[in-house]
């Protein structure tokens, strides 16, 4: 028989080796507080880029939004959101969207980036989705239940998720035929939670000019009146298929209100060299600043209206318009000028002793903007030239170039920074020079501006000496040009 007896305390150095088996409890909580620390890091992680995207980013489009995003008031904080918006600059409208808006926001983004792992990690880390389109492959189309549910999920937990309603990405100023995905993602929340989700969508507009990919041009962000997907609760709950077409033909109206939407290709040069000639002086008549993109939104969509409407009724005239204003245009490269210069000729305010002045505060300034283009030149071209290189699609060139150059820009700013430190080793130093580097870059980069302006005048005083009569003639084709335009805004006029 087994002996039964009392049993014996080990000693301490016995009982250090005796290997215990898990305790279920402890690991669950250790994986509960591990999955809260990189929800909380991941938050902080999303503040960062909100952050940086929101000052560096912003420089590079000339982006500020007090006076470039409208209706940001609009989107709810108290229920799930779809925010629904074009897509003409990769995913440029996604950061762009994402730090204009103190609502954190997931993305659904084209499964295509996915493929390599440790970028698709990325990508999942900071909140964005794959959505597969038949372009990657029609057997990966049954993977877009996954992303469904998992929408469906994201919006039951009260988020918001920018969709890109046209389903592909491409760099025009007009807005695509929606496709259902969008509708689809709305409605099957919805009839998960029995239409009791409140789930609200908000068409955005990004508008940006005529020529995104390059530095310094201007960005729109219209933001329009929500909708609630319960709204078309009955109709769906008879006929599914007209409740999501109602809903995507609704949707549709209503993101076109935020944009401007020049029908026809054969008119988007037209209507950005009519930008440049009347985009400052119809903002001024209409007591708008014409530094604030709020308000000279609507003075682009005035000239976008009147050419769809000249074009559609007046073919031969706005012909007659496009030759006139393409032959004045292709002047105007052959003398490396711009039109704000033969405007200002043409007022007389063009003088050979501004350009003369503008060349002696050059000079004078001239140790700050060295020391501005040193300290930043090297992020400013780098990303550039990988862009020119790698990227095969116009709508990619902005979102490389600026992606890389806000984190490049930051590395080399650390970089001098702690050069700095270690040869001076003073902190008064140290302080001024991470003050002064982003500073007098930005001085820098509005010096060459002033300067490229002044040497554009000078070319057209030296052109009015050597061919004056030439001058005389385009001047007088801008003048008919105007008059044409004053004409046709007059007689379609935008009513909204």
Known sequence: MRKIGIPVLKAKSDRENVTHPPNFFYLTSQVYLCMDYMRIFGYIFYRYLWIVFNTLLAYFYR????????????????????????????????????????????????????????????LSFIGIVPIYRLQEGAENLAKNDETFDRCTQMLKENKAIMVFSEGLCIQERRLRKLKKGTARIAFTAEEKNDFKLNLTIVPVGMNYSATPWKFRKPLY????????VNEYEKIYRTDKARAMNLFTRDLEKRMKQQLVVIENPENDNLVAQLEEL??????????????NQNETHHVSKEIAHFVNEVSNRENSRLVSLREKTAGYFSWLEKTRTRDWAVKK??????????VILNWLFFILVSPIWIFGVVTNYIPYKIPYLI??????QIEWHASVNGTIGVFLWQFYWLGQSLAVALIFRNWYILGAFMLLVPITGMFAQGIWVMMKRTSGQAKLLRAEKKQGRVMDEMMKRRTEIVNEAIDLKAKYRLVE
């Not at 119809?282 to 007591?287: F, I, N, P």
């Not at 000729?345 to 501004?354: E, F, I, Q, T, Y």
């Not at 862009?387 to 095969?392: H, L, S």
Request: charged share 30%; net charge positive; aromatic share 10%.
């Open 63 to 122: 982006f500020r939004r007090t006076k470039h995003v409208s209706g940001a008031e609009r989107i709810p904080n108290d229920r799930p959101v779809l925010l629904c918006s074009n897509h003409p600059n990769a995913f440029m409208d996604a950061l762009m969207l994402g730090s204009s808006i103190r609502r954190r926001t997931w993305f659904l983004a084209r499964s295509d980036v996915f493929r390599k792992k440790a970028l698709a990690n990325f």
């Open 221 to 228: 962000i219209s933001i329009g009146e929500p909708f609630a």
């Open 387 to 392: 862009a020119q290189k790698i990227v095969k």
């Open 278 to 291: 009347f985009l400052k002086d119809w903002a001024e008549e209409e007591y708008r600043d014409p530094k």
């Open 345 to 354: 000729k043409a007022d007389g305010k063009l003088k050979m002793s501004n």
